[in-house]
């Protein structure tokens, strides 16, 4: 039996050098997946004080803990994006000898940090167009506490700045996290203007170079996705322009970087476009017949 264990480690590890896909056993490891969950966790604390605290908060001892919170995200966050930079440096060779990998990232950390105040302005109008866009809503407090829209373009707003920042890995480790846990798939990528709402949510798909203004609603199982195009095209828009006002029911699709959904539009459930509509269309499927008996 023994002999047979030892085997098989020696097959698993040979796998390791034929196919790849191990972490790094020389030098820096990637990102933990683990740690940077902890940090979007740190994170969604600050946003919404109290939601997820189970210490007693007041008035005294709120900014020690704050402080505490921040010190602690501030160093786990510029170590992981430590570990990205440098992993970017040995793979991509996007690195320059005059910022080192922890300078680049405690720039980052810093620019995130700067921004939670706007980031939580815009959490709260997204709370407000839950809370006015769905009459089952009762409290405020439950649209925070239960709705999975509300959560996923929080850590979208989050992950967002990250990307616009230009840190490696992190962000869409941090979408695809809560994409595994609402089924919202935002790629970090994507601008996403306030006041937004996802009713529903599950099953919902947004891309890279989506653009999504003001006051928009949609509901599940909506795709904002692109239409085929090579891989060197990747740079490119892809993904469709949604102005203003716009509320797209559930099941619909709409692909393509030219595609550009006019200021207050309504899209109506299962429609597939791939063509831009005129600023207040009611575009809607064909309903096939039924018959009631």
Request: proline residues 4%; glycine residues 10%; aromatic residues 6%.
């Amino acid at each position: 039996m023994d002999k047979k264990i030892e085997t098989i480690i020696d097959n698993i590890l040979n796998s390791y050098s034929e196919i790849g896909g191990i972490n790094h056993l020389e030098g820096p490891n990637l990102p933990s997946r683990n740690s940077i969950i902890k940090i979007v966790d740190e994170l969604a604390s600050v946003i919404f004080p109290g939601f997820s605290d189970e210490e007693n908060l007041n008035s005294l001892n709120y900014k020690y803990i704050l402080g505490k919170k921040i010190i602690w995200i501030a160093e786990s966050l510029r170590e992981e994006l430590a570990k990205s930079i440098n992993y970017m440096c040995r793979v991509k060779a996007k690195c320059t000898k005059e910022t080192s990998a922890l300078e680049l990232a405690n720039k980052i950390v810093v620019e995130l940090l700067e921004e939670i105040p706007r980031i939580r302005r815009m959490i709260k109008s997204d709370v407000e167009a839950a809370f006015a866009g769905d009459p089952a809503a009762k409290y405020h407090e439950e649209v925070i506490l239960s709705y999975p829209g509300v959560e996923a373009i929080m850590i979208h707003r989050i992950a967002h700045q990250l990307w616009i920042s230009g840190a490696p890995l992190i962000p869409r480790i941090m979408s695809e996290y809560i994409h595994g846990k609402t089924g919202i798939d935002i790629h970090p990528g994507a601008t996403i203007g306030e006041h937004f709402f996802i009713d529903h949510g599950t099953g919902v798909v947004i891309g890279e170079t989506t653009v999504i203004g003001k006051r928009v609603k949609i509901y599940q199982g909506v795709t904002l996705g692109a239409l085929s195009v090579k891989k060197e095209l990747g740079n490119k828009k892809r993904h469709p322009t949604i102005e203003d006002d716009v509320t797209i029911y559930a099941g619909a699709t709409i692909l393509g970087g030219e595609t550009v959904i006019g200021k207050g539009s309504v899209i109506g459930g299962n429609v597939w476009l791939v063509t831009s509509v005129p600023p207040g269309s009611k575009v809607y499927a064909q309903p096939e017949k039924y018959i009631i008996r």
